[in-house]
């Protein structure tokens, strides 16, 4: 009568332990397509979710599994899992200690003290926190406004949102540019993280860009440039100071933020937010990951309007690594080690550069990160991200 149900929760227990290592694996494993890409993503950034769901799934083998073979390879399973989730949040210490000293080496060891006591007392206190993976970063209320028409370039309409502090004032700006491959996306992204930095005294600006294969470069470049010129001029309409404003950017939209800070007529621009953005197209197309979950060299063809045999001089032009020419805003760079879209080894080749051209520049390297570890907000790299981040923006805007 009872064996039915027992052999249920055996199977159970079995696939369980399967089903939490297979997507643990994906913290380890490169992933070949897109689809897994999602899995390779997500993966490291609930870790801590992971590893409560090997355990459980080690604890169910042996309490409900009672053919030895069976219980021993659910066990290994569980186990396996188990270790790898174990080694992301192991890592964490170490990497914390490596961010605090890029961020001294990069801002002075004293940067810190450069900010006043009032923007630090709003900010994380500490790098990561367990109990924000599992109740999620606490967002509180801000002022929200969507699409606001900046600009129609050819007929087409590009709109911004704003996210502004709780009270009327008059706030230091970020503006925001999203990723998607030059191709697709829009202002509404990383709308939480937008939140928070406006509940913490900043007025944020998530701005929108024609997109290719319609529009190619230099026509999202326009597009940023043409925002920034609204932003400032308006600016007193937003409650943001013009005179402190600093450009965020993930993927492509850090791509864009670069350029845009970088060319010799651009405004004043306090400093330069860089998430896993390309920095080198030249080397980028010669170079590709391995593996190519996005196609890298067809997603810069359509972007540039041709292969680099074809269009040489594009790949230079839109390659933000080729102007370091002049002085340049402090420049933040935030790399995953695992990143299969944009490679770390950009980002540290645009530190060193950065550098030895004289200007100041951090860079910070998350060991078992993707390209887009931020999707999740309360994940284990945003975290950590976000809290030098944080750091950085009240720097480069509130310094005294």
């Not at 944009?342 to 860079?363: I, K, P």
């Amino acid at each position: 009568m009872f064996a039915k149900p027992k052999i249920l929760l055996s199977w159970l227990a079995l696939l369980l332990s399967f089903a939490s290592l297979f997507l643990s694996s994906w913290i380890i494993l490169p992933p070949p397509n897109m689809f897994l890409l999602t899995l390779a993503v997500g993966a490291p950034e609930i870790s801590p979710w992971l590893l409560l769901l090997n355990l459980l799934s080690l604890l169910l083998s042996l309490f409900y599994i009672h053919r030895h073979k069976l219980q021993r390879l659910a066990c290994i399973f569980s186990l396996i899992g188990l270790l790898i989730c174990g080694w992301v949040l192991v890592n964490i210490p170490l990497t914390q200690m490596q961010m605090d000293e890029a961020m001294k080496q990069g801002l002075g060891a004293n940067y810190l003290e450069q900010i006043p006591v009032q923007v630090s007392a709003e900010m994380q206190t500490h790098p990561f926190n367990l109990v924000n993976s599992f109740k999620g970063i606490a967002l509180s209320k801000t002022r929200h406004q969507k699409d606001i028409l900046f600009a129609t370039p050819a007929e087409v309409p590009l709109k911004m949102e704003v996210y502004q502090p709780p009270e009327v004032g008059k706030y230091p700006a970020v503006v925001v540019i999203y990723g998607g491959a030059w191709q697709y996306g829009n202002p509404h992204a990383n709308s939480e993280f937008n939140q928070y930095l406006a509940n913490r005294g900043y007025t944020v600006f998530a701005i929108d860009y024609r997109h290719a294969p319609k529009y190619q470069f230099p026509t999202q470049l326009d597009d940023v440039r043409t925002a920034l010129n609204f932003i400032r001029k308006h600016a007193t309409e937003y409650e943001a100071d013009p005179e402190r404003i600093v450009l965020l950017g993930r993927s492509a939209g850090a791509h864009l933020a670069m350029l845009a800070a970088y060319q010799p007529d651009a405004p004043h621009i306090r400093g330069v937010v860089d998430y896993y953005g390309p920095v080198n197209l030249t080397e980028g197309y010669k170079t590709p990951p391995v593996p190519d979950p996005i196609n890298t060299r067809v997603v810069l063809k359509t972007f540039l309007g041709g292969s680099l045999e074809e269009l040489p001089n594009q790949y230079q032009i839109a390659s933000p690594i080729n102007y370091l020419t002049h002085p340049l805003p402090p420049t933040l760079l935030i790399y995953g080690s695992r990143d299969h879209l944009v490679e770390a080894r950009f980002g540290r080749q645009m530190y060193e550069r950065l550098h030895d051209s004289g200007n100041t520049a951090v860079f910070l390297e998350i060991p078992w990160a993707e390209h887009a570890f931020d999707a999740v907000f309360n994940g284990v790299s945003n975290q950590l991200a976000l809290y030098y981040t944080e750091r950085f923006l009240a720097w480069a805007l509130f310094k005294q």
